[in-house]
């Protein structure tokens, strides 16, 4: 099969002379646009060539396709067991760090607890000393107030009595 267009040169000629351009020309046109013409224009050879190559080409890139398919599709299952088994430790890992807090709060609650009571104990403590030593202050500040008082009394008394006397002395005595 040729793969040649067909053109008719010598009609094309043919109307280039009756528009004026010169036999010569008007041929050598014609046979130059009949040579661009095969070289350029597809026969229905090529294209039925070049369809069953992109046929070929199709079923291969399909199969290509369906190879990395299955291979991604492997791929893909791998990764999605990888993941599940992540996660299952991921998850242990969160329990057994959720297990420790709680274990710590709790520690750390009955060690609160217990300066909490340490600290209730020692205020408790202090308080009780407190008032004992605030007891003890008074009961020396009232006896040390009755001695001054017991003094003071006798004092006055004292000088009473010296009043009195230095009374009786000085003042003349009646019959």
């Known amino acids: ?67 990395a398919k299955k291979e991604l599709d492997a791929r893909i299952e791998t990764t999605r067991a990888d993941l599940k088994r992540d996660i ?4 242990a890992k969160i329990e057994a760090t959720r297990a420790d807090l709680k274990r710590d709060i709790k520690e750390l609650d009955a060690k609160v607890e217990n300066f909490r009571l340490e600290l209730d104990a020692k205020l408790d403590a202090k308080i009780e000393i407190t008032r004992i030593e605030l007891k003890r202050d008074i ?4 006896a040390e107030t009755i001695k001054w008082m017991v003094g003071l009394a006798m004092a006055q008394l004292a000088m009473l009595a010296g009043i009195l006397l230095t009374l009786m002395r000085v003042l003349p005595t009646h019959p």
């Open 88 to 91: 299952k430790e991921l998850d």
């Open 1 to 67: 099969m040729s793969s040649t267009v067909a053109f008719d040169t010598l009609k094309y000629a043919r109307r280039l002379k009756e528009i004026g351009i010169p036999a010569p020309q008007a041929e050598m046109h014609a046979e130059l646009l009949a040579e661009a013409l095969a070289e350029r224009l597809a026969s229905k050879e090529n294209l039925t060539r070049t369809e069953t190559t992109l046929q070929r080409d199709i079923k291969e890139l399909d199969a290509k396709g369906e190879i």
């Open 139 to 142: 009961a020396e500040a009232k």
